[in-house]
């Protein structure tokens, strides 16, 4: 089946720096990618929607500015934290839309974001 | 807005039993349902995908029913074994299938040897 990677699969970091977080389609194009937060023992809340060329869609309460989006190519989205806080600490996940199967998402592995 | 639940929260049985979990959604209007196995601190692994026009998918020991008009979804595990112990969630996409998906809140099973 189609892969989607993740990395880093786990980063530590001081409060108040940037982590960058990618989302890869391994062996398919996505236009489409979608970023999720899962808070310990909670479920997956969607985060944002990254498309291809253009601006990310954010759902509400979701800050555009803190949670910087780019997908630059049919195959990268990258999440970008800024300036990090405890808050921020999370599992986030990422999964991919196949340009030639749009019903179909494969989810990345997530990366566990630890922010001391 | 869509909104999906999960019930039980949490469930633990004894090995060989079978499992019954349940996935509720308040609008029917869906065009498929999937069901998703999470070990702790991995991704997400599909189990089973049903279209809107489906009642029912199989795969192996895994049954899932879909009842659109009355907004449930159910998982069955067949004689559940110690490896069956994870975390089952259900979601729907939003509008057309392939769409950003709404998520239960999870079901965290434990079958115990």
């Known amino acids: 089946g189609a892969v989607v990677s993740q990395h880093p699969s786990r980063v530590i970091c001081k409060s108040g720096t940037s982590v960058k977080i990618e989302c890869r389609s391994l062996?398919?194009?996505?236009?489409?990618m979608f970023w999720y937060r899962q808070f310990p023992k909670q479920s997956l809340m969607l985060m944002a929607t990254?498309?291809?060329?253009?601006?990310?869609?954010?759902e509400q309460g979701v800050e555009k500015d803190k949670f910087l989006i780019n997908h630059a190519s049919l195959t990268l989205s990258t999440l970008t934290v800024t300036s990090a806080h405890p808050e921020d600490s999370s599992f986030y996940i990422c999964?991919?839309?196949?340009?030639?199967?749009?019903?179909?998402?494969?989810f990345g592995p997530g990366t566990r974001l630890t922010v001391l | 807005k869509q909104e999906v639940t999960q019930i039980p929260a949490a469930l633990s049985v004894p090995e060989g039993e079978n499992l019954v979990l349940n996935c509720s959604f308040t609008d029917s209007a869906i065009y498929n349902l999937q069901w998703f196995r999470q070990d702790p601190g991995k991704g997400l692994t599909s189990l089973l995908l049903?279209?809107?026009?489906?009642r029912e998918q199989t795969s192996g020991r895994l049954n899932a029913s879909l009842d659109k008009s009355s907004g449930r979804s159910t998982l069955y595990i067949a004689a559940s074994q110690p490896g069956d112990s994870a975390t089952y969630l259900c979601a729907v996409p939003k509008g057309a299938a392939g769409n950003k998906l709404t998520f239960g809140g999870g079901t965290r099973v434990l079958v115990k040897p």
């Open positions: 990254s498309n291809e060329g253009s601006k990310a869609t954010y």
């Open positions: 062996d398919f194009q996505a236009t489409t």
């Open positions: 049903i279209q809107s026009s489906q």
């Open positions: 999964s991919a839309r196949d340009l030639a199967d749009t019903d179909t998402q494969y």
